[in-house]
């Protein structure tokens, strides 16, 4: 059974902080996704990592998929109250199945003004 | 703008009452999926459906059944709910054959069973 942890889980910083977040298992995966769900929402994408090492830029987070496509990070930097919500990541099993993903169990971003 | 429309936000329900669930996208996806979000247990994977009529358990089927009649429409249905099927039901669609299987999700719908 593959483990997928995400941490940490609750996270309360200040406007304007810097703040990482991570996302580590034990498996292999072909590619990582990253998704931000406001309340009342459901998630939404927010990027696709898949080559060993890379690192994407989506304004001011920074996202990178370790070398070993074992885990991933989440950068903000100076985070801003519209940053606030459950950040999940979902590894894609490289099954070939349509059920490919898996969902952590997130990290709760709350930003103070 | 690509929808995926869960028709009910919220429901009380009553324990061994009949539950349907409904999704519409309009996207023309071919995978749709229906997900229970439990807080500190992520997202879990019900069931999921690749084309109409077409379904596979998830990793938590038990006490849900599903009909996909159309290839917009996905529904989840709780033959007779129970309490512990309290839950945030999220539903989700994805085009067959896209290596990451990038998945658009509903807003949600908040079941409660008293």
């Known amino acids: 059974t593959q483990l997928l942890e995400q941490s940490p889980q609750f996270l309360s910083i200040q406007e304007g902080e810097n703040l990482t977040v991570y996302c580590n298992s034990s498996s292999v995966f072909s590619s990582l996704q990253w998704y931000r769900q406001e309340p009342g929402e459901g998630p939404v994408l927010l990027v696709t990592v898949v080559t060993g090492g890379e690192v994407k830029k989506l304004k001011r987070l920074t996202f990178q998929f370790g070398d070993a496509r074992k885990d991933s990070s989440l950068h903000i930097t100076a985070a801003q109250p519209g940053d606030t919500g459950l950040y999940l990541c979902?590894?894609?099993?490289?099954?070939?199945?349509?059920?490919?993903?898996?969902f952590g169990s997130g990290t709760q971003l709350t930003v103070l003004p | 703008d690509v929808k995926v429309t869960q028709s009910s936000r919220y429901l009380v329900k009553r324990t061994g009452e009949k539950v349907f669930l409904e999704c519409v996208q309009d996207m023309d996806h071919e995978n749709m999926f229906w997900y229970r979000q439990d807080p500190g247990l992520g997202l879990r994977l019900i069931y999921f459906?690749?084309?109409?009529?077409m379904k596979e358990k998830g990793d938590i089927p038990e006490g849900y059944s599903v009909s996909r009649e159309k290839k917009e429409r996905f529904s989840l249905i709780l033959e007779s709910a129970s309490t512990n099927q309290t839950s945030m039901y999220l539903c989700?669609?994805?085009?067959w054959g896209t290596g990451a299987n990038v998945l658009t999700f509903g807003a949600g719908s908040r079941l409660t069973v008293l």
């Open positions: 459906s690749y084309d109409v009529k």
């Open positions: 989700a669609s994805s085009l």
């Open positions: 979902a590894p894609n099993r490289p099954s070939g199945s349509a059920r490919q993903l898996t």
